[in-house]
C-alpha cells in the first residue's frame, strides 16, 4: 500500500523559503509522477506543479517564479521549495500520486495527510 | 488560470440524487476528457471518485458518475446517503499544459 507523508516547518516568516519534503513507502518514486497541491485553510484546492518521472517539471503559472519540485530517488522523497513566501502562501500542501489510465495522467490517487504551514512573522 | 466555476452549495435527502456542475472553458473542460472529482471530508486529504470524465477508480461506489457536456461537466450522486456529506471538488488539464481546479462545492445531506 502507497504510503505519503509530508514533513517540514510548520510555521516560515515573510520573504523566507518554505521547504517541504514527501517520503513516499510502498513503491518506488521513479515509477510514477508526482505533484504538490495546495489549501489555504477554509478555501479550496490549488494545483502546484507536477514532476514526471523522467525529472521534467510543470506549474502553476501563478507560482511558477518561484516554485521548485525535485525529487532524490535515493531517499524515496519528493520536495517542495517555494521562495520569497507572503501570507498568502498561507495553507495545507499536500503531496500526491498521479493516477494515470490508459488514456492519461492527470488525476491524483494517493495523497497524504497535508501539512500546515503558516506564513507569519 | 482561472478556477472552475461550481456551486458553492448542494443539499439533498437520503436516498435523493443530486448533480455538481464544473464549468470551465474550451481551453480546459469543454478541449479535454480530462475531468477528474474529489471528495474531501472535513481534514482529510481528497479522494478520486472520478477521472477521465466518467470513470471510476476502483473500489469507488457506482452511486458516483460522471458526464460532460460542452464546457461544463458534472458530477451525479444517486442514492445519497449521509456519508456522502463532504466537499467536492472537479479538476481539468488545460490547453496550456497544467492542471486547475474548482472552487469547490460542499454537499449537505438533509
Known amino acids: 500500500q502507497v504510503q505519503l507523508q509530508e514533513s517540514g516547518p510548520g510555521l516560515v516568516k515573510p520573504s523566507e523559503t518554505l521547504s517541504l519534503t514527501c517520503s513516499v513507502s510502498g513503491g518506488s518514486i521513479t515509477t510514477y509522477y508526482w505533484s504538490w497541491i495546495r489549501q489555504p485553510p477554509g478555501k479550496g484546492l490549488e494545483w502546484v506543479g507536477y514532476i514526471y518521472n523522467n525529472g521534467n517539471t510543470n506549474y502553476n503559472p501563478s507560482l511558477k517564479s518561484r516554485v521548485t519540485i525535485s525529487v532524490d530517488t535515493s531517499k524515496n522523497q519528493l520536495s517542495l521549495n517555494l521562495i520569497s513566501v507572503t501570507a498568502a502562501d498561507t495553507a495545507v500542501y499536500f503531496c500526491?500520486?498521479?493516477?494515470?489510465?490508459?488514456?492519461?495522467?492527470?488525476?491524483?490517487?494517493?495523497w497524504g495527510q497535508g501539512t500546515l504551514v503558516t506564513v507569519s512573522s | 488560470q482561472s478556477a472552475l466555476t461550481q456551486p458553492a452549495s448542494v443539499s439533498g435527502s437520503p436516498g435523493q440524487s443530486i448533480t455538481i456542475s464544473c464549468t470551465g472553458s474550451?481551453?480546459?473542460?469543454?478541449?479535454?476528457?480530462?475531468v477528474s472529482w474529489y471528495q474531501q471530508h472535513t481534514g482529510k486529504p481528497p479522494e478520486l471518485m472520478i477521472y477521465d470524465v466518467s470513470n471510476r477508480p476502483s473500489g469507488v461506489s457506482n452511486r458516483f458518475s460522471g458526464s460532460k457536456s460542452g464546457n461544463t461537466a458534472s458530477l451525479t450522486i444517486s442514492g445519497l446517503q449521509a456519508e456522502d456529506e463532504a466537499d467536492y471538488y472537479c479538476?481539468?488539464?488545460?490547453?496550456?499544459?497544467?492542471?486547475?481546479f474548482g472552487g469547490g462545492t460542499k454537499l449537505t445531506v438533509l
Open positions: 474550451s481551453s480546459d473542460v469543454g478541449g479535454f476528457n480530462y
Open positions: 479538476s481539468s488539464y488545460t490547453s496550456s499544459s497544467t492542471l486547475v
Open positions: 500526491a500520486r498521479v493516477f494515470c489510465s490508459s488514456s492519461s495522467c492527470y488525476g491524483f490517487d494517493y
